[in-house]
């Protein structure tokens, strides 16, 4: 069962741009995925839909196995990565990991520790004190990655997280970043333009063109080295 199901979605903002049109996806559990494309095509205004942020103009997208909050509204499973890190500038990294533990009324003690497994995982251990001044582009879109992933959601969608970033940097995010796949296996969709690294990251490309908001292809690409 997909733990998305995407359905002949369209989007047509207010002014009149169709930048999304009839997309058909389901996204399986526990794979890599990228949505790869040229500016503009509409990766993530599919993907925003996808994590609830706008609703399609027409069709469906369907979340199988949603959970409720304590309240009974249902909650989409994700955790959502922006090319911006957005962290606050007042907290340290610890600080700015555990935010959503917190929010969900987690107490303290188990919230800081499971923030400092989880820093720990994306190769910051050490730097928990660390204000986002104090870090590097990379390292902040780290805290970020981290702070995406201490819910343990199941699916993780990430819209050209290390496009801001210089090249050696990026290669590093990139293994690192697989590194934590196959250790956590959580459901990836990647968005990104660079052909290259939709092919190092991910056995399954979805590509979409400029013919605008279409689906071009779906492929299954075989890895470079096994990766399962
Ligand atoms: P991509 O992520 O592939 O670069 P986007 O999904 O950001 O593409 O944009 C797809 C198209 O929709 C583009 O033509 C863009 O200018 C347009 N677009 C995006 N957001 C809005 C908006 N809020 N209002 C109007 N047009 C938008
Ligand atoms: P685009 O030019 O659209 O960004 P490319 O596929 O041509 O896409 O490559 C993007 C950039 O990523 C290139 O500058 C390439 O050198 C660089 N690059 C090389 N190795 C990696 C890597 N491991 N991870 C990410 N980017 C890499």
């Known amino acids: 069962k997909p733990l998305v199901s995407v359905r002949h979605v369209s989007k047509q903002f207010a002014n009149g741009t169709l930048a999304v049109r ?40 369907e979340w199988p196995t949603t959970s409720h909050d304590a309240s009974g509204k249902p909650e989409r499973d994700l955790g959502f990565v ?15 990991v555990m935010m959503p533990l917190i929010l969900k009324h987690m107490p303290k003690r188990e919230a800081e520790q499971r923030s400092a497994e989880m820093l720990e995982l994306v190769g910051l251990k050490g730097f928990e004190k660390s204000y986002p001044r104090e870090l590097s582009g990379g390292m902040k ?3 970020s990655i981290a702070r995406a992933l201490v819910m343990r959601p199941k699916i993780l969608l990430m819209d050209e997280p290390f496009a801001a970033l210089d090249e050696i940097t990026r290669h590093r995010l990139n293994d690192d970043l697989l590194e934590l796949w196959w250790k956590t296996k959580f459901t990836a969709v990647f968005v990104t333009h660079s052909v290259f690294e939709s092919v190092y990251l991910s ?19 075989d890895a470079p080295y096994p990766r399962d």
């Open 141 to 143: 879109m780290r805290v």
């Open 203 to 221: 056995k399954r490309i979805v590509v979409m063109a400029a013919r605008p908001g279409r689906v071009m292809a779906d492929l299954d690409v």
């Open 82 to 96: 922006f090319q911006d890190p957005t962290l606050m500038p007042w907290a340290n990294a610890l600080a700015n």
């Open 22 to 61: 009839d997309v058909n996806l389901d996204l399986g559990t526990g794979q890599f995925i990228s949505l790869l494309g040229p500016s503009g095509c509409g990766k993530s205004t599919l993907l925003r839909m996808i994590a609830g942020l706008g609703a399609p103009s027409t069709g469906t997208i």
